[in-house]
């Protein structure tokens, strides 16, 4: 009768250890264990199906850089829990591809951490390359200075790690009082004209910009403001034949619109929206590149998981056409992305 008793038990409990081992494996080949818990991938390859293109990580505010032939992706990191409707982020992440399809994930290059002067917050930022070092330009929390502010990290590589430059903010939030707000001094974007002049181009409700020396650490010369309809943020410069090209977040939740010039400091024409709302996110931060003889249009969205949202976004990437009179025709947003280029 014992006997009994304990084969019985021992049976169930086989049982249940059978039934939990065929729920995690069969959980775990769904990618949902892996999505649910957030996990970060052991291989650092992935080959990317679709919009979202990073799906085991949420990545947010891109910005990229083509060097050497290949494409670097510098991407925010969000890290709020499911329901906390507030950015949690305090690093930055780095990707690259030689085909926009395979990408390869990079330990992280930089954090909040490395700059003493900051408290928190790693939000949007870009890189540019000058003189055989890398510098990247990104909005963070002042611990002392109230308000947001923008720091440089640089490296000698495009991956990292990267340390701080200065030692100290570059902009600050008393440096501009047009807008009134304590977060107006963020999402840098920066550009070196034919001339070698860099600029660098900021903010939120005002667009601000300043030039830098050659050093790209120092202003060179006054803040001053690009007047531009509807602004919110994520100002993003690029050049393609003669045109500059000034696009940027409006109204709230965000389009993307954008202006043309024949110059930086303008006068910049409105043209108009470029990306509607992006999926459940109320901000959309683009990019903008070409690679291979392609154009390409990446962003973010709150698409991923059913926890997917504006403070757990994921980066996005799809084709941007011109016309021929060099205005950018309205971006379709699709769940399939780009396919492999060589
Ligand atoms: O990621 C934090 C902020 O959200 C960015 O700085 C903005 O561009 C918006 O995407």
Redesign the pocket.
């Known amino acids: 009768m014992t006997s009994n008793v304990f084969l019985q038990k021992r049976f169930y409990i086989t049982l249940q250890v059978l039934i939990s081992f065929g729920l995690f494996a069969l959980l775990s080949g769904c990618g949902l264990l892996q999505r649910s818990t957030n996990a970060a991938l052991q291989n650092d390859s992935l080959i990317v199906k679709g919009n979202p293109i990073i799906k085991h990580k949420y990545t947010?505010?891109p910005a990229a850089l083509v060097y050497n032939d290949t494409v670097y992706l510098y991407t925010?990191h969000?890290e709020a829990p499911a329901k906390r409707e507030s950015?949690i982020?305090h690093d930055w992440q780095v990707f690259s591809s030689t085909d926009m399809v395979n990408w390869k994930e990079h330990p992280v290059p930089m954090k909040v951490k490395d700059f003493a002067w900051a408290k928190d917050?790693a939000?949007?930022a870009q890189v540019i390359n000058r003189n055989g070092k890398f510098y990247w330009y990104v909005?963070m929390t002042h611990a002392t200075i109230h308000g947001k502010a923008i720091g440089v990290g640089v490296s000698d590589k495009p991956t990292g790690p990267f340390k701080d430059a200065i030692g100290a903010a570059l902009i600050t939030n008393n440096m501009t009082t047009d807008a009134k707000i304590s977060w107006d001094d963020?999402?840098p974007t920066v550009i070196i004209d034919d001339k070698g002049q860099a600029y660098l181009i900021w903010g939120?409700t005002k667009c601000y910009y300043a030039k830098l020396k050659e050093n790209m650490t120092e202003l060179d010369g006054p803040i001053k403001l690009f007047n531009l309809p509807r602004f919110t943020?994520?100002p993003w410069i690029h050049k393609r034949k003669d045109w500059y090209y000034l696009s940027y977040?409006s109204e709230f939740p965000?389009k993307i619109v954008y202006a043309m010039s024949r110059h930086i400091e303008g006068p910049w024409e409105y043209k108009g929206i470029l990306n509607e709302i992006a999926g459940n996110s109320?901000?959309?931060?683009q990019a903008i590149i070409d690679y291979k003889g392609k154009s390409y249009f990446i962003y973010?969205n709150g698409s991923i998981n059913t926890e997917g949202g504006s403070f757990r976004?994921s980066v996005c990437i799809d084709y941007l056409k011109y016309n021929r009179d060099g205005t950018m025709k309205p971006v379709q947003m699709t769940t399939e992305g780009v396919k492999a280029v060589r």
């Open positions: 947010a505010d925010g969000d950015y982020m917050d939000w949007a909005a963020i999402d939120n943020e994520a977040a965000e109320n901000t959309n931060h973010h976004r």
